[in-house]
């Protein structure tokens, strides 16, 4: 032991710099050995550190699911948890009135594209300037293993006991062709590249999407051979490509692929700005005229 410390100040000293940003009081996480909630967790602390964001200045919210445990209750921050498939429209209004906050929305494939998928698609038409990470295991694993819109083809679910036979949602591919700023995919796997992709959402205007292909080996990890989550991660990193390398492959090559990377990294003009600019513009040609004679002509 150090001389002059004594056992306390000894623990503090060798705490990791991350543990400030977590809840202590619920630790360790209620999540299913294996999970890749956890991954995430940690994924995402990372860059609020390295950025040095000032967590108060943070609103993460969420909605029903294994991943909405993630912001609230593990994450040490203000966080909605909104009722199922409705963080998108909540974030919206946060950010439309504080819109000095970084506003992040961390939920599940079912929340977020399966129940919330009408809000997500026009959230990233519109460019709100939220930060969405998606943590795709697909399927709705908290309830027992339903089929989810992100479910592969042929897949048996508790839902589906006989195999999936509807195609499921390239997420990150719609998103992009729906207006976002930023869309990146990764998965559990690649955590340095997914905290890279995090930072840079966390600081580019705009709709910012990634999506994060995560493990369930309970709920879905058992139905398809992989039980635990060492097995899933290795098969992230066998069937994963770049996106780069993807373009010169062909769509046979790809069945069963994971493409990965960053997808679209534009500028564009932001919703809640342009809301500002058209409210200050009402607002000044009203100047000068009483109540009576307002109008919006």
Request: glycine content about 10%; hydrophobic content about 35%; some cysteine.
């Amino acid at each position: 032991m150090p001389e002059g410390l004594d056992r306390k100040e000894v623990a503090e000293k060798r705490r990791h710099r991350l543990f400030k940003y977590l809840r202590k009081e619920v630790l360790p996480t209620a999540f299913c050995p294996g999970c890749g909630c956890g991954i995430v967790l940690n994924c995402y602390a990372h860059p609020v550190d390295e950025l040095q964001l000032d967590p108060n200045d943070i609103v993460a919210v969420t909605g029903i699911g294994c991943s909405s445990w993630i912001p609230s209750p593990y994450f040490l921050r203000d966080t909605l948890h909104t009722t199922h498939g409705r963080p998108i429209p909540f974030a919206t209004g946060v950010k439309i009135m504080q819109p000095e906050k970084t506003v992040v929305v961390i939920a599940g494939d079912g929340d977020l594209i399966g129940i919330g998928g009408n809000h997500l698609i026009h959230a990233a038409r519109r460019n709100v300037d939220i930060k969405v990470f998606l943590v795709n295991n697909l399927i709705y694993g908290m309830t027992g293993g339903q089929l989810a819109p992100t479910t592969p083809l042929g897949i048996s679910t508790t839902t589906s006991p006989h195999g999936n036979v509807e195609h499921p949602f390239e997420i990150a591919e719609l998103i992009a062709a729906a207006g976002a700023s930023y869309v990146a995919r990764w998965t559990t796997y690649h955590v340095f590249p997914l905290m890279e992709s995090m930072q840079m959402a966390l600081t580019q205007k705009g709709f910012c999407f990634i999506e994060i292909r995560s493990q369930c080996p309970i709920s879905y990890g058992r139905r398809v051979g992989k039980r635990t989550g060492s097995e899933a991660l290795q098969e992230y990193k066998e069937s994963s490509v770049r996106i780069e390398d993807a373009t010169e492959m062909s769509p046979e090559e790809l069945v069963g692929k994971i493409i990965i990377g960053k997808l679209v990294k534009r500028e564009k003009e932001e919703f809640t700005d342009n809301l500002r600019k058209l409210n200050l513009e009402l607002r000044t040609r009203k100047i000068g005229r009483g109540p009576e004679e307002w109008s919006l002509s």
